[in-house]
C-alpha cells in the first residue's frame, strides 16, 4: 500500500525534463538543464516531435488561471535550443492530452481535448514553418465527448487524426484527414455496430492508405478490429475483425513450467479491464485502482497508454500491428500482419509467455526491422531471510524483427529488483535503437535506458541519469531527427511546494 501512495504522491509532484543525444552517444555529456515551461503552475502530460530539420516541438499541459491549457515550446536547433512557451489551445477552460506531429516541410499539426462548455471537444492547431501558429479549430463531430485522439503524417503532407466520440448513445471511431491541398475533409466513422469502440491507432503505408486498428465491445469484453482507407478509390473499407471471440489458447503447459497459477476465471471471457491489471498498471507515475468506468472520456490518458495498440508499416507494404488481448487466461501481446496477396493473418502471441501483458510498443527502421518493447508480470525467485519465496515483478521485454530471420528471442532489458514501466523504443538510424522507460528504485522511481547495437545486442540497463537525484521521473517520451539527435521527456517531482515544471537537458 505505501507503494500505490507514493505513485499517487508522485503524479501530483511532476516537472518534465528534455534530453537531446547527438549520434555519438557514447562520447556526450549531459547538459545543465533549463526551464522552457510557463513557469504558471503544475505541468503535466508532454509529448514530442522532430522536423526534418532537426527542430522539435513539446506540447504540454500547464495549470494557468485556474484552467488546464495546452502549451507548445519549440527547440530551434541553430537558435539557442528552446525558444518561448507559448498557448495553442482554444481557451480559457480545461484542455488536456495533447499530441504533436511534424510533415516533411517543417510544418506540424498539435491536437487535443477541450472542453466547449458542455462536452469535450478535439481541437487541432496548424503550425507553419515559416508563420508560426495558426489557431486552433474543432475537427470532431460535436455529438458528444471526444476523447482518445492520436494524429500522424505522411511523407506527402497528409495527416489523420483518430478519435473516440460519443455518438446516438456510444463512441464511435472517427477519423477526420487533413491534405495539404484542401485542408480538414470532415470527420467520418470509420467503425460499425452498435457497442463502444476504444483506442484507435492510426498509421500510413507507403502507397498513401491508412491503417486503423481500434477495440470494439462485442459480448462480455473486446475484439480488436482494422479500418484501411485506400488512397487510390479514396474510400474507406468495411472494418475487419482481427480477433476471433470464440478461441481461447489455453497455456497449460506454461504454467506448469513457470508455476502460475489460474486465476479461476473460466470459460470465454475477454473483460475491458481485468480488476488484477487496474490494480497494477502503471504508466507516468499513475497508479490505478477503479471498479469501473462509465464512459473512455473517464479513463486517464496514462491508464489509456497500457492498452493503446502500435502499428508500423514497412517499404514492402507490410503492415505490423501489434496490441493486447485477453486469452482466456492472461492478457498477452499478440502481432497481425498484413500482406497485399494474403491480407491479414491470424495474430499469434508475441510476449515471453509470462503474466499479463502491458504498454506494447513497437519501432521500424528503413530495412523493415522492428524492435518491440512491451512490460509483463513475471513470476520470479527472491531470497529472503535465508528462504526462497516468489513473487510477480513487471518486467521490460525486447524483442527484434528482422526481414531474412523473423522474430528473435523475447529478452528482458531492464535493470530488475523492482516493477518496471511506461517503456518507449526507438530506432537511432538504422543500426542502434535505444529503450528508456522507468523503474522502482526503493522508494521512488527513476529513468532507465537500454541501447542495442546490432553486432552486440542488448547491452546493460543503466541509469538515464537526467533527473534529480532527491526525486524520481517517469512518464518517459523518445523522439528523433533524421540525422540521429534525440529527444526524450519525462516527468518528475521538484518541491515540497508541490509545484512541477518543465526543464530541457542537452546531451553533446
Known amino acids: 500500500m ?19 543525444l547527438t549520434v555519438n552517444v557514447y562520447a556526450s555529456v549531459w547538459q545543465k538543464p533549463v526551464l522552457i515551461d510557463a513557469g504558471t503552475g503544475d505541468a503535466f502530460r508532454t509529448n514530442i516531435a522532430f522536423d526534418p530539420y532537426g527542430n522539435a516541438m513539446a506540447v504540454f499541459e500547464q495549470y494557468t ?16 535550443g528552446w525558444q518561448r512557451p507559448v498557448i495553442i489551445d482554444a481557451g480559457p477552460s480545461n484542455a488536456y492530452v495533447s499530441r504533436v506531429a511534424f510533415n516533411q516541410s517543417g510544418d506540424a499539426i498539435a491536437i487535443f481535448k477541450q472542453s466547449d462548455g458542455s462536452i469535450y ?44 466520440q460519443k455518438h446516438k448513445g456510444i463512441y464511435r471511431i472517427f477519423a ?30 507507403y502507397q498513401g492508405n491508412i491503417y486503423v486498428i481500434y477495440y470494439k465491445e462485442e459480448g462480455s469484453g473486446l475484439e480488436v478490429y482494422v479500418n484501411k482507407y485506400e488512397e487510390g478509390n479514396k474510400i474507406w473499407g468495411k472494418p475487419l475483425r482481427l480477433t476471433d471471440g470464440q478461441t481461447v489458447v489455453k497455456h497449460e503447459d506454461w504454467n506448469k513450467k513457470r508455476g502460475y497459477v489460474n486465476r479461476g476465471i473460466t470459460g470465454i471471457y475477454n473483460p475491458l479491464f481485468l480488476p488484477e491489471i487496474k490494480k497494477k498498471i502503471y504508466a507516468g507515475n499513475y497508479t490505478y485502482n477503479i471498479k469501473r468506468f462509465e464512459t473512455p ?45 494474403d491480407g491479414w493473418s491470424k495474430p499469434e502471441i508475441i510476449d515471453a509467455r509470462g503474466g499479463d501483458v502491458e504498454h506494447i510498443r513497437a519501432a521500424i527502421n528503413s530495412k523493415g526491422e522492428i524492435a518491440l518493447v512491451f512490460t509483463q508480470w513475471q513470476l520470479e525467485s527472491q531470497r529472503a531471510k535465508g528462504s526462497e519465496n516468489q513473487r510477480e515483478n513487471l518486467r521490460i521485454h525486447g524483442r527484434i524483427y528482422t526481414p531474412s530471420s ?12 523492482k516493477d518496471a514501466y511506461g517503456p518507449a523504443v526507438i530506432f537511432n538510424g538504422d543500426d542502434e535503437i535505444i529503450a528508456i522507460w522507468c523503474q522502482w528504485e526503493e522508494e521512488t522511481v527513476k529513468t532507465y535506458r537500454n541501447d542495442y ?46 509545484r512541477t515544471k518543465i526543464y530541457g537537458i542537452e546531451r553533446k
Open 2 to 20: 505505501k507503494q500505490y501512495k507514493n505513485r499517487t504522491i508522485l503524479c501530483l509532484l511532476l516537472t518534465v525534463y528534455c534530453l537531446l
Open 65 to 80: 488561471d485556474g484552467f488546464s491549457r495546452i502549451y507548445a515550446n519549440q527547440f530551434l536547433f541553430n537558435k539557442n
Open 121 to 164: 471537444r478535439i481541437y487541432a492547431n496548424h503550425f507553419i514553418r515559416t508563420e508560426g501558429w495558426k489557431g486552433p479549430v474543432a475537427i470532431d463531430v460535436g455529438t458528444g465527448d471526444a476523447d482518445g485522439h492520436q494524429i500522424t503524417y505522411n511523407a506527402d503532407g497528409n495527416a489523420v487524426v483518430v478519435f473516440e
Open 176 to 205: 477526420n484527414q487533413y491534405r495539404r491541398e484542401e485542408g480538414w475533409r470532415g470527420a467520418v466513422v470509420i467503425d460499425s455496430g452498435n457497442c463502444n469502440g476504444y483506442f484507435p491507432y492510426p498509421a500510413f503505408d
Open 297 to 341: 472520456s473517464k479513463i486517464d490518458s496514462r491508464f489509456r497508454d497500457a492498452y493503446t495498440p502500435s502499428v508500423v508499416c514497412d517499404k514492402n507494404g507490410q503492415v505490423f500491428a501489434f496490441f493486447v488481448k485477453w486469452d482466456g487466461e492472461y492478457q498477452r501481446g499478440y502481432t497481425a500482419v498484413y500482406r497485399d496477396k
Open 406 to 417: 523473423d522474430w528473435g528471442k523475447a529478452e528482458i532489458i531492464d535493470a530488475g529488483r
Open 453 to 498: 547495437i546490432k553486432e552486440r545486442g542488448w547491452g546493460k540497463a543503466v541509469r538515464a541519469e537526467m533527473e534529480d537525484e532527491s526525486c524520481g521521473g517517469c512518464g518517459l517520451r523518445i523522439a528523433a531527427s533524421q540525422d540521429g539527435m534525440l529527444i526524450a521527456i519525462f516527468e518528475q517531482k521538484v518541491s515540497v511546494k508541490e
